[in-house]
């Protein structure tokens, strides 16, 4: 869950405060509700549901979950953003290819989603830790 | 109000406009879903290369010949209530590909397991037909269809045993509606390509979603394909144009 990194903190500590398991929790909810009650006229509602937790984010972390550091914080919402695509590739797809110019959207989010959650969790985590983690906690 | 205010509208403005736009268009695609239990308003589907469905939810599609490589296998979602009023269901439907050469074949006739023809024993199951060209032109198909008739008279028409009888007691025959079969007059008799289909099913009212499947060749040279469906469980029945680039 996310929270405040701390100078004490293992590696796995500080990682699993960069995967935010609450509102990503909160949106695979919301979507498997949407999807049971609209069916395949979801899409819309489901990728709605996404922008308005996105921009709830920010806050949630910065006051609820106490994490006070800029870099942080927008971690946080990229990581939410990319298990959000894996999460709801279907119904994103459903979305988005309706506006002509993101038609051909459907390939590249399936790619996304299966490749960069992968990636995001194991490989760039991590770098983001060792790279930018002293700062953060220098901000603490 | 900001620059910034302003470019935020304008570029919202856009993106509703251009959708609005697409639509007129043509360039929707089919919708993804996970599951075929997720489908609740809409009857058609279409599976990809890779297994996933769409639902054909509306008249007008743009395809994209890498996503759906050769053959559109598409389905007619089988599933009603308990108490539904049909128990036995037949489609017609009629397919115009219009290729960018001209290929041999006018027409061409399927049809599925389950339709009779009368014999002298009573009735006989017929063998299914899988996209067999009918040798004679569309003037002959048309004034074959012209009068009325049951599948029996059809044959000797059309010297081909294609039109049958959907229950085994010579009931609901395929020639219920034969202006549904004519070749229309826009028909392209240089490029397009008609294919007849009868499918035969039993209504299925069990938790299980049923399907009944139906296959469009996608040659290379293929640009569109207008699809007519007719079903005597009237959710099934619609028209649907697929544009392939």
């Known amino acids: 869950m996310a929270a405040p990194i701390r100078a004490h903190d293992s590696a796995e500590d500080r990682i699993s405060k960069l995967l935010p398991a609450d509102v990503t929790a909160a949106f695979l909810s919301a979507k498997a509700g949407l999807v049971q009650a609209l069916g395949e006229n979801a899409a819309e509602a489901v990728f709605w549901t996404f922008i308005s937790i996105l921009i709830l984010c920010p806050f949630y972390f910065w006051f609820v979950t106490k994490a006070k550091n800029y870099f942080q914080v927008a971690f946080l919402c990229l990581t939410?953003?990319?298990?959000?695509i894996s999460i709801a590739d279907t119904q994103?797809?459903?979305?988005?290819?309706?506006?002509?110019?993101l038609a051909n959207v459907g390939g590249s989010i399936n790619v996304i989603s299966t490749v960069l959650p992968i990636?995001?969790?194991?490989?760039i985590s991590r770098i983001f830790v060792e790279a930018i983690g002293s700062r953060v906690e220098r901000g603490q | 109000m900001s620059v910034r205010s302003i470019c935020i509208a304008a570029l919202a403005l856009i993106a509703i406009t251009d959708r609005g736009r697409a639509q007129d268009a043509c360039f929707q695609r089919p919708t993804p879903?996970?599951?075929?239990?997720?489908?609740?308003?809409?009857?058609?589907?279409?599976t990809d290369a890779r297994g996933r469905y769409y639902v054909i939810d509306g008249s007008c599609f743009t395809l994209?010949?890498?996503?759906f490589p050769g053959v559109l296998y598409f389905s007619l979602l089988n599933s009603f209530s308990k108490d539904f009023a049909v128990t036995s269901g037949y489609v017609f439907i009629k397919s115009n590909r219009t290729f960018s050469n001209s290929p041999p074949e006018r027409l061409l006739l399927s049809r599925g397991d389950g339709w009779f023809f009368p014999s002298t024993s009573g009735s006989t199951a017929l063998v299914r037909m899988n996209f067999e060209p009918f040798s004679g032109s569309i003037e002959a198909w048309n004034a074959a269809h012209s009068n009325e008739g049951d599948p029996i008279a059809l044959s000797r028409r059309l010297e081909v045993r294609w039109h049958a009888f959907a229950q085994?007691?010579?009931?609901?025959p395929s020639t219920r509606s034969l202006d549904f079969w004519k070749v229309d007059d826009s028909f392209d008799r240089t490029h397009g390509v008609i294919t007849n289909y009868l499918l035969r099913f039993d209504v299925n009212t069990s938790d299980k979603v049923g399907l009944i499947p139906f296959q469009v060749y996608l040659q290379n040279a293929v640009q569109q394909i207008d699809l007519t469906i007719y079903s005597n469980v009237e959710v099934f029945s619609g028209q649907y144009k697929f544009i392939i680039q």
């Open chain 1, 80 to 84: 939410f953003v990319v298990f959000a």
């Open chain 1, 92 to 101: 994103f797809i459903g979305y988005l290819q309706q506006y002509r110019l």
């Open chain 1, 119 to 123: 990636l995001w969790a194991f490989l």
């Open chain 2, 33 to 46: 879903v996970e599951r075929l239990q997720d489908v609740r308003t809409h009857r058609l589907v279409l």
């Open chain 2, 64 to 67: 994209d010949r890498g996503q």
């Open chain 2, 168 to 172: 085994r007691d010579m009931t609901s």
